[in-house]
């Protein structure tokens, strides 16, 4: 069982667009391609468009630039990147850490997107995360 980086507290597995994901009460564990895995299932879940992307604004939730995490698969010390203006903790062995709420936030900024949205984009090059 895997432990959450924040209080090493033991995370539990649940299904998030079907995809198997590891939570605690401070956040989501993803494992390398999961992010997009469920990000494309939400965009051939949704519509292409949807009255509320009129009222949707960028999300950036806040982030301490100096809080370093380990990895809870190798004990690494994680990397922190942008990715759609959210900053995530990225072990680029094993996957992602999202704080509560980056990850809705990706899935907002995505819906900004003309391209995630009119679903002709390829996004390959996030398989790695």
Same mark, same amino acid.
């Given at each position: 069982?895997?432990?959450?980086?924040?209080? #090493?507290?033991p995370?539990?597995?649940?299904?998030?667009?079907?995809?198997?994901?590891?939570?605690?009460?401070h956040?989501v564990?993803?494992?390398?391609?999961?992010?997009? *895995?469920?990000?494309? /299932?939400?965009?051939?879940?949704? !519509?292409?468009?949807?009255l509320?992307? *009129?009222?949707?604004?960028?999300q950036? !939730? !806040?982030?301490?630039?100096?809080?370093?995490?380990?990895? !809870?698969?190798?004990?690494?010390?994680?990397?922190?990147?942008k990715?759609?203006?959210?900053?995530?903790?990225?072990?680029?062995?094993? #996957?992602i850490?999202l704080?509560? #709420?980056?990850?809705?936030?990706?899935?907002?900024?995505?819906? *900004?997107?003309? *391209?995630?949205?009119?679903?002709? /984009?390829?996004?390959?090059?996030?398989?790695?995360?």
């Amino acid at each position: 069982m895997r432990t959450c980086p924040i209080d #090493g507290s033991p995370m539990e597995r649940k299904k998030i667009q079907g995809v198997e994901v590891d939570l605690s009460e401070h956040g989501v564990w993803l494992d390398k391609g999961e992010l997009y *895995l469920i990000t494309e /299932a939400q965009r051939h879940d949704e !519509p292409s468009w949807m009255l509320s992307d *009129l009222f949707r604004r960028e999300q950036r !939730p !806040p982030v301490d630039p100096s809080r370093r995490l380990s990895c !809870p698969v190798c004990g690494k010390q994680m990397e922190i990147v942008k990715h759609h203006d959210v900053h995530i903790d990225w072990c680029r062995e094993h #996957g992602i850490w999202l704080d509560d #709420g980056e990850l809705e936030a990706i899935q907002s900024n995505l819906r *900004l997107d003309p *391209l995630f949205v009119g679903k002709i /984009a390829t996004r390959l090059w996030e398989t790695r995360f």
